[in-house]
């Protein structure tokens, strides 16, 4: 679940907002959790203790890639796919390997890690 929304300004004129997403044990090793209720629609992949958030959307089709709730990933779970035409693209990089958008990447969203909570995190600057 996508809720409380921070604000950080450690730089002068630029504004950080964070969004919790989930914690660290909501998403399981080796597998994806789809937040379909943000904007923009997005998920997480947890692969070797590592975190990746991605865009959920697929550079060749712009549909989202989950085949139903929580389902990212083929099915021995070495890549994620898109259930429009099967592109395969590795978790840990976003870049497609397989299919009609292969050389491209999923768009990687920045986030961070505190106290075992993943927050996105959205840059604003205010610069005007």
């Known amino acids: 679940m996508v809720n409380a929304v921070e604000t950080d300004s450690k730089l002068p004129g630029v504004s950080t ?3 919790f997403l989930c914690t660290t044990h909501d998403v399981v090793e080796n597998s994806a959790r789809g937040f379909d209720n943000s904007v ?3 998920f997480v992949v ?3 203790g590592r ?7 697929c550079p060749h089709a712009g549909t989202e890639l989950n085949w ?8 021995d ?26 050389g491209k990447s999923l768009q990687s969203l920045p986030f961070v ?6 927050y996105l995190l959205d840059h604003q600057n205010n610069l005007n």
Not at 68 to 75: E, G, K, N, P, Y
Not at 113 to 118: L, S
């Open 51 to 57: 975190f990746y958030v991605y865009l959920n959307r």
């Open 40 to 42: 923009p629609s997005l």
């Open 17 to 19: 907002q964070k969004t």
């Open 113 to 118: 890690i505190e106290d075992d909570k993943i």
């Open 77 to 102: 779970r070495a890549l994620i796919i898109c259930a429009t035409h099967g592109a395969l693209f590795v978790k840990e990089s976003g870049l497609c390997v397989g299919g009609p958008c292969q």
């Open 46 to 48: 947890k692969q070797a």
């Open 68 to 75: 139903s709730a929580d389902v990212f990933l083929t099915s």
